[in-house]
């Protein structure tokens, strides 16, 4: 490490060098429990630790360095719904002026990709979160940070100054240096650039983006990206460098701004980037701390007092290693457009388009809303493939759509389930109906059962589990079983029983059988009752013979599952997975649930619907599951020796959507140990 009293003696009595640290967070609504990943827990870390996003926010604390943080949607729901505590350190940085927030899209879909309404609700979505969970005005954000940082003028520029969006549009982007370097440049084209990394003072200098509408981007130096946090003396001398060269230009010229972006992970130590970046991180802060010839700066605040150096045409690319070494192309094409790829731009093309079919035909808003978001997130990080080096890189997978992917997109048709729900919601008519339809186009039959109060989806292939339930009805639906949004690890398969982690459990999931194959005995209904019966056909399994029949009555707020065991098991396990609004949920976190209990029954509360789960016969108890929380939601579990046995689950609407104090403790939910 260069020792700073030497830094500091050179750069005596001249103008501070500007140097802007921007840190991208961005996970995907993850949890804890994987046995392939690193959990939620891991990426946030503890106090004391050593390494993850608080470690690194830590550091900057204790130096006093300023930086600028774009945190993904994704990631503050999963934190809000797991980790609350981490988003109170957030707004104290904030509020001291050390952080200046970047938006982005809510879901990091690649947005040159999808159209202008989509990109609108993207962004819109982002900026929501950042005012509910970090109490910022979204006008105070006007720094945006491109989702794989892919830059398309034509595209995406009239979605970032959409006068629509919450901050009024955004002012300033962040994007790799090379973009500022058209292809067929006279005097440095990008591919010159690529190779020789020929140094330019233009590369440190605000431009306004040619047809860009007003917008200003900000270049990531990218030798600093490469060298921080320097590992090696190399790469001291390549920070040292760089930043002397800009303090030299300084004395002639102002308004250079020197760049480090990267993902926070790197800092933080997180995963395949490695567990030496946060002490090389904190050696480089502590470095800094003590140049007086060198200021961090917070991105926009240094930007309404500099100059722009002037406009420049911004051809389409993305940084170096996405657009060369990992083959995606400079627009991101050679992903999205990939013949393996196809598929699930079909499925993701299949569910927007029914959503809005249903949307056409009439439908609750706030579960269309919830359908809206369902697609949001199932493009995150749009058509990734894996690439065959790096910190997520892998030879032998290299070129193919990597199996996260895949699995988010593939659940994208879910939200066609939601608009099923809501359409019906403004056509109910009374009656009970029981139908068997593809749903949600996987190719397998689901059984919907409905009435003027809920909506209910079970599947046959998959444990004969109610894999989705709406409480419908008043002045908004709202799902109360099922979590959609949150991470389905590499499990395409939809309805599918996640096992590790447990994260999507629905309800009436047998323990040990969760994806037991059934088939349909019976399937009546006559307007005042609907009912299917269910058998157990897994060949290998101990619950083969195990009927279940689920009947629904045209007048009631609650189903009814009857259990018929055979001789084996004598005792059974079945969990229920209960989202109260899992809209609400998604967007307020864990402090908008509460635990209920009421004429022996057990259930959750959000702060718009009501679900709970009553036993309907003697010699059940409650019991503790296997996994009591999970992705924004709480399991419940009854166990049971007795080879008939009811159990019923309902739900009710929350005058309009009402506040809940305190946090859910999923230990509250139950009182007796299995």
Not at 593 to 611: E, I, K, N, S
Request: contains cysteine; charged residues 25%; glycine residues 10%.
């Amino acid at each position: 490490m260069p020792k700073p009293e030497r830094l500091r003696r050179r750069g005596s009595n001249t103008q501070a060098v500007r140097i802007g640290l921007v840190h991208h967070a961005n996970q995907y609504l993850i949890t804890d429990g994987y046995e392939n990943r690193e959990s939620l827990s891991d990426v946030i870390g503890a106090p004391g630790q050593t390494r993850g996003l608080l470690h690194v926010l830590e550091l900057h604390r204790r130096y006093g360095i300023p930086f600028n943080l774009h945190i993904s949607g994704t990631l503050l729901e999963a934190i809000a719904w797991h980790q609350p505590s981490f988003l109170v350190l957030l707004r104290k940085l904030l509020e001291t002026g050390l952080m200046e927030l970047v938006g982005s899209c809510y879901g990091q879909n690649i947005m040159r990709f999808f159209g202008p309404d989509y990109n609108r609700k993207q962004l819109n979505e982002e900026l929501r979160l950042y005012g509910q969970h970090l109490r910022v005005d979204p006008q105070s954000v006007a720094a945006f940070w491109p989702p794989e940082r892919v830059w398309d003028t034509r595209r995406m520029t009239p979605a970032l100054r959409d006068a629509k969006l919450l901050n009024g549009g955004y002012r300033y982007v962040i994007i790799d240096d090379r973009l500022l370097l058209p292809k067929k440049c006279p005097e440095l084209p990008r591919g010159e650039y690529d190779q020789t990394d020929r140094w330019t003072s233009d590369l440190y200098r605000m431009w306004e983006i040619e047809d860009g509408l007003g917008l200003i981007a900000f270049p990531i130096g990218k030798r600093l990206r490469r060298s921080i946090p320097p590992k090696d003396d190399d790469d001291w001398m390549e920070v040292r460098g760089e930043l002397e060269a800009l303090l030299v230009d300084a004395q002639g010229r102002a308004g250079a701004l020197a760049i480090y972006a990267d993902d926070m992970e790197k800092v933080a130590g997180i995963g395949e980037w490695g567990g030496a970046g946060p002490g090389r991180y904190e050696r480089f802060l502590e470095w800094l701390a003590g140049c007086s010839w060198i200021e961090a700066a917070r991105l926009t605040e240094w930007a309404r007092t500099a100059e722009v150096a002037g406009t420049r045409k911004i051809e389409t690319g993305t940084f170096e290693e996405l657009a060369t070494e990992f083959q995606a192309g400079e627009g991101y094409e050679r992903w999205y457009l990939a013949p393996d790829w196809a598929p699930y731009r079909g499925h993701f093309t299949w569910a927007e388009g029914r959503v809005k079919e249903l949307a056409s035909r009439g439908a609750d808003e706030a579960l269309m809303e919830l359908a809206e978001k369902q697609l949001l997130v199932s493009n995150w990080e749009t058509a990734w493939h894996t690439p065959p080096s790096g910190p997520h890189g892998d030879p032998e997978s290299n070129g193919h759509a990597s199996p996260w992917a895949r699995a988010l997109t593939s659940h994208s048709r879910h939200a066609a389930v939601t608009a099923e729900a809501a359409c019906w919601m403004k056509h109910r008519d009374g009656l009970a109906h029981a139908v068997q339809m593809d749903i949600d186009n996987d190719g397998e039959t689901e059984i919907v059962l409905k009435n003027d109060h809920l909506f209910a989806v079970v599947t046959s292939r998959w444990g004969a589990r109610i894999v989705s339930l709406y409480r419908i009805g008043g002045d908004r639906g709202a799902m109360v079983v099922g979590n959609p949004c949150d991470d389905w690890n590499w499990m395409e398969e939809l309805n599918k029983f996640m096992e590790a982690p447990r994260n999507h459990p629905g309800a009436f999931a047998d323990a040990g059988f969760e994806n037991d194959e059934y088939e349909v005995e019976r399937l009546a209904t006559d307007g005042d009752a609907a009912s299917v019966i269910l058998r157990n056909a897994q060949p290998d399994s101990g619950a083969r013979g195990l009927r279940k029949e689920f009947v629904l009555s045209a007048r009631e707020t609650s189903l009814l599952a009857r259990y018929e065991l055979p001789e084996t098991p004598p005792r059974i396990k079945v969990e229920f997975g209960l989202s109260p609004d899992y809209l609400q949920l998604l967007r307020s976190g864990s402090a908008g649930v509460a635990p209920v209990r009421r004429r022996g029954a057990r259930g959750l509360a959000g702060r718009g619907a009501t679900v709970w789960i009553t036993p309907g016969s003697a010699g059940l108890r409650w019991s503790r599951p296997a996994q009591e929380k999970f992705g924004h939601g709480i399991t419940l579990c009854i166990s049971g020796d007795k080879r008939r046995f009811d159990i019923a689950i309902g739900a009710e609407l929350r005058s309009g959507v009402q506040a809940i104090r305190g946090e859910v403790s999923p230990r509250a939910l139950v009182s007796e140990v299995a």
